[in-house]
């Protein structure tokens, strides 16, 4: 065992961690039989929890593995994750509190349930809901894949360990729900945002100043391209990629379960500028990318197997392992792997959440039972065992490609939810067909497009890259619109909103 | 309307030809990244801003 002590500080934190997560379930004490406490923690969380919570889901291990490989790989297009970290802010300010509203006056616990209230047309609800699973499969899957870095990076072999993280992972999450998670995520960020600032602290001054770092940059990757004339180029390449992630961000399941389970409109303004703490933090992280280029970890013989295997996602674990202690990096490991779980926690009861209330009450059982937070309980550990499965049988190559179709998925899902906190414009069928549309040109796109994100679409003579996911729902959203006048004059559906105006003030 | 705040977000954040340069430096840093760390703390005050100016103006009411 080379590096002992860091598995020994890892084992450790990671015990400790497991323990609160089977502890959280007494925690805001709530009856864990109903599904709003397991699966949403009653409504209750204030805003530091939140803080904590949404933090700890919307960024990731997956972001913190792969935006510092993404700069060390690609260079400045990969700090895009700034400014969508920046925009999507504004977006949760302006649609979110009220979504909160109405899911709380009427019970809703997911995304797509709002959107059945409002439109009284259940397989609109399905097509959200279907999405928002179907986007977060992968994205659990890439959860298991950062970990399955940082436990090979300790020199463990095999499957068995990532298997026995994540069947403690499904045993809490089965008796604590949403609690454990919303626990556990205060440890994780306190340990990302003390391994974070050592790094950026230490691993500089070893360096010689960010000046030297900088330095060591090849120019193609320190700034974008200038654009070519007559094109757009690089420039909008990076601006539609922050714009279209940050729409879609908070229409994942697991943003939403975030999002709903605080406890108010008021908590969810503050952490719209509260959370941007987490954004200073992740381009701090994103900068560990270029750290690893100038130390050239990848250069050294006792990494290159790592490299060999796990390519760009390598370039933090090797970065700590060369520049730490192994105690701390046992430490740092540890917060990334936690970082790991925390969400993956909150997809899979996200998604138990919309199988429950979209997929099995309306179309199998017909009822909200009392059986209900049991349906969810089952479903989240399908959702659990099938990540499992994608790591275990798939290439990592496919789970990369399919949360990235992923993404071109959920932002789909925009129209129906966000629009409709504002307006009752739109017809239900409308934004079933839109989202039809969205969905299968993106995915054309994207496989069209070799599974890149950014596509040169030709506008009025200009070549204009955007991201397809934003170029698509555009489209989708278009369509919604224009189909909406003729169906709302032969079969208005406004009659089956089961919400009123006064939700939304 | 003090959510005309917001407008400044997205145009500082997504307006790249305005910071895709190196110069002038910063400790280091080229402005492409410290300009855009920056954006992040100027975009979380003025959000803080909307919020207060709306909070008041429901407790007003």
Same mark, same amino acid.
């Given at each position: 065992m080379k590096h002992l002590v860091a598995i020994i500080v890892f084992l450790v934190l990671i015990a400790a961690v497991i323990v609160m997560g089977f502890m959280a379930?007494?925690? /805001?004490?709530?009856?864990? #039989?109903?599904i709003e406490e397991w +699966?949403?923690?009653?409504?209750r969380f204030g805003t530091l929890i939140s803080w904590f919570l949404i933090g700890g889901d919307a960024y990731t291990a997956y972001t913190f593995i792969a935006i510092p490989a993404l700069m060390f790989g #690609?260079?400045?297009? +990969? *700090? *895009?994750a700034v400014p969508y970290t920046v925009v999507c802010y504004p977006i949760l300010y302006l649609v979110f509190p009220k979504l909160w509203k109405v899911a709380h006056k009427y019970g809703y616990i997911t995304g797509p349930e709002f959107v059945r209230g409002r439109y009284g047309n259940r397989w609109l609800a399905l097509a959200v809901g279907v999405t928002g699973i179907a986007a977060t499969m992968p994205y659990i899957a890439l959860q298991l894949i950062g970990m399955q870095v940082i436990i090979g990076a300790l020199g463990i072999p095999g499957h068995l360990p990532l298997i026995a993280a994540f069947a403690v992972l499904a045993a809490f999450t089965w008796t604590s729900g949403l609690r454990a998670p919303a626990m556990i995520s205060i440890v994780k960020d306190l340990l990302i945002y003390l391994t974070v600032l050592v790094a950026i602290i230490v691993i500089p001054v070893e360096l010689g100043g960010f000046g030297h770092i900088f330095a060591k940059i090849p120019s193609s990757k320190l700034l974008l391209a200038v654009p070519p004339s007559g094109s757009f180029g690089a420039y909008s390449g990076y601006a539609t990629l922050a714009l279209g992630s940050a729409m879609a961000l908070f229409l994942y399941p697991h943003t939403t379960t975030g999002i709903l389970s605080s406890a108010g409109p008021k908590v969810l303004r503050r952490n719209a500028a509260l959370l941007p703490a987490y954004t200073v933090l992740l381009s701090l992280l994103a900068l560990l990318g270029f750290m690893a280029v100038a130390t050239g970890?990848? /250069?050294?013989p006792q990494f290159a197997a790592g490299f060999a295997q796990y390519k760009s996602s390598f370039a933090v674990p090797a970065l700590f392992l060369h520049e730490f202690p192994d105690w701390f990096v046992g430490i740092g490991f540890a917060a990334i792997a936690i970082g790991a779980l925390v969400p993956a926690a909150i997809m899979a009861i996200a998604s138990a959440n919309i199988f429950t209330r979209d997929i099995y009450e309306p179309f199998v059982s017909g009822s909200k039972g009392s059986a209900e937070t049991l349906v969810a309980k089952l479903f989240a550990m399908v959702m659990v065992m099938g990540a499992l499965v994608f790591i275990v049988a798939i290439p990592t190559k496919f789970a990369v490609q399919l949360q990235l179709l992923g993404g071109m998925w959920v932002i789909q899902t925009f129209p129906a939810i966000a629009f409709s906190v504002f307006t009752r414009f739109f017809n239900g069928w409308a934004l079933l067909i839109g989202w039809l549309v969205g969905v299968v040109s993106a995915t054309w796109l994207v496989v069209h497009n070799i599974f890149g994100a950014v596509w040169a679409f030709h506008v009025f003579g200009y070549t204009v890259p955007s991201y397809i996911a934003l170029a698509t729902v555009v489209l989708n959203a278009v369509v919604a619109f224009l189909l909406s006048i003729p169906l709302n004059a032969m079969a208005n559906d406004r009659h089956k909103d089961e919400t009123e105006a006064a939700d939304y003030a | 309307m003090i959510r005309i705040l917001f407008l400044i977000v997205f145009a500082i954040s997504l307006w790249v030809p305005a910071f =895709?340069?190196? =110069?002038?430096?910063?400790f280091g840093f080229p402005f492409f990244y410290w300009y855009q760390i920056l954006v992040v703390l100027i975009a979380s005050v003025l959000i803080w801003i909307v919020y207060k100016v709306e909070d008041k103006k429901a407790a007003r009411k």
């Open positions: 379930g007494r925690w /805001k004490g709530g009856d864990l #039989a109903h +699966g949403l923690g009653g409504r #690609a260079g400045a297009i +990969g *700090f *895009f970890v990848d /250069k050294l | =895709n340069r190196i =110069n002038p430096t910063f």
